[in-house]
């Protein structure tokens, strides 16, 4: 048996090899849900810590509903058959998807990386695919956690109806969980430092925000306009997360926003798995 060890940034972890060259298999004494379980509370304590990170993942999403609900006009959603209430909430979950998800994401991943936590990890048992999952569970977590809340409060407080289907909006929350997961593993390649992360993401939080449907939905918008924003990343799951909640899509709607983010999603976990970092650039 002979020992190998790569020493670029977006090679296999230091294993053992047969003759034929072929990984040997590691011993585990942990299983994948013990793994997980502390790489999601090791990654709460120091979510916890940063501030910052906790600020814009608990209170700038509902400040923004807030904020849109105040200034969207009826005479916008003309068309739509959205309330203005329901364009504002269901926007609401958009936000906290990108934000809780996705931007505090970009960061941890970086944050882990410069701090060689990420190189360490892959000297242990646990896999690749842990460990990102792992460090996204909290992130995860939040987003879905406040996501009821908006829920909640839409029925309770803003006149809104229950879910109309509960399925399509539970996987048009899974759907953009996992894609902007992986998103937000592909941006943190080209992002050098955790403070470079919020430039590295704003634009796709800019573009989600202006064309993904999240307050003004695409059936109000020119044809030709709305034909390139049904193609956006997060546009696929906001429709699921609308017609979940408040209904109105047709089926084709529904599988075209369906296929447009599994695409994404496939398109992600390929370059996190061609191009992602797990130690700094030197």
Same mark, same amino acid.
């Given at each position: 048996?002979?020992?190998?060890?790569?020493?670029?940034?977006?090679g296999t972890k230091t294993g053992t090899t047969g003759a034929a060259g072929a990984p040997a298999r590691r011993a585990t004494t942990t299983t994948v849900r013990d793994r997980l379980t502390a790489l999601g509370r090791a990654e709460v304590t120091l979510l916890a810590r940063n501030r910052t990170a906790v600020f814009v993942a608990l209170l700038m999403p509902a400040a923004m509903v807030l904020a849109m609900k105040s200034t969207l006009k009826p005479s916008l959603l003309d068309g739509s058959g959205l309330s203005v209430?329901?364009?504002?909430?269901?926007?609401?979950?958009?936000?906290?998807?990108?934000?809780?998800?996705?931007?505090?994401?970009? !960061? @941890?991943?970086?944050?882990?990386?410069?701090?060689?936590?990420? =190189?360490?990890?892959?000297?242990?048992?646990?896999?690749?695919?842990?460990?990102?999952?792992?460090?996204?569970?909290?992130? $995860?977590?939040?987003?879905?956690?406040?996501?009821?809340?908006?829920?909640?409060?839409?029925?309770?407080?803003?006149?809104?109806?229950?879910? =109309?289907?509960?399925?399509?909006?539970?996987?048009?929350?899974?759907?953009?969980?996992?894609?902007?997961?992986?998103?937000?593993?592909?941006? @943190?390649?080209?992002?050098?430092?955790?403070?470079?992360?919020?430039?590295?993401?704003? &634009?796709?939080?800019?573009? @989600?925000?202006?064309? !993904?449907?999240?307050?003004?939905?695409?059936?109000?918008? &020119?044809?030709?306009?709305?034909? /390139?924003?049904?193609?956006?990343?997060?546009?696929?799951?906001?429709?699921?997360?609308? $017609?979940?909640?408040?209904?109105?899509?047709?089926?084709?709607?529904?599988?075209?926003?369906?296929?447009?983010?599994?695409?994404?999603?496939?398109?992600?976990?390929?370059? /996190?798995?061609?191009?992602?970092?797990?130690?700094?650039?030197?």
């Amino acid at each position: 048996m002979t020992t190998t060890t790569t020493g670029d940034t977006t090679g296999t972890k230091t294993g053992t090899t047969g003759a034929a060259g072929a990984p040997a298999r590691r011993a585990t004494t942990t299983t994948v849900r013990d793994r997980l379980t502390a790489l999601g509370r090791a990654e709460v304590t120091l979510l916890a810590r940063n501030r910052t990170a906790v600020f814009v993942a608990l209170l700038m999403p509902a400040a923004m509903v807030l904020a849109m609900k105040s200034t969207l006009k009826p005479s916008l959603l003309d068309g739509s058959g959205l309330s203005v209430a329901g364009a504002a909430l269901t926007g609401g979950i958009g936000i906290v998807l990108i934000q809780a998800v996705y931007m505090n994401m970009v !960061s @941890s991943y970086v944050a882990r990386r410069e701090d060689l936590v990420l =190189k360490r990890l892959r000297t242990g048992e646990v896999t690749d695919r842990e460990i990102l999952v792992g460090t996204a569970l909290p992130s $995860a977590a939040l987003a879905l956690a406040q996501i009821v809340v908006i829920v909640v409060a839409g029925t309770a407080f803003f006149d809104l109806d229950a879910p =109309k289907r509960p399925d399509l909006l539970l996987a048009g929350l899974l759907l953009g969980v996992v894609m902007l997961t992986a998103l937000a593993g592909a941006t @943190s390649t080209i992002t050098r430092t955790v403070q470079t992360s919020q430039l590295t993401t704003l &634009p796709l939080f800019f573009v @989600s925000l202006m064309g !993904s449907g999240l307050f003004v939905p695409l059936e109000v918008m &020119p044809d030709r306009m709305a034909a /390139v924003c049904e193609i956006l990343p997060v546009t696929g799951a906001m429709t699921l997360v609308r $017609a979940g909640w408040l209904g109105g899509a047709e089926g084709s709607d529904l599988l075209v926003a369906a296929l447009t983010g599994l695409a994404w999603t496939a398109f992600a976990v390929f370059a /996190v798995q061609r191009w992602f970092r797990w130690e700094p650039r030197r």
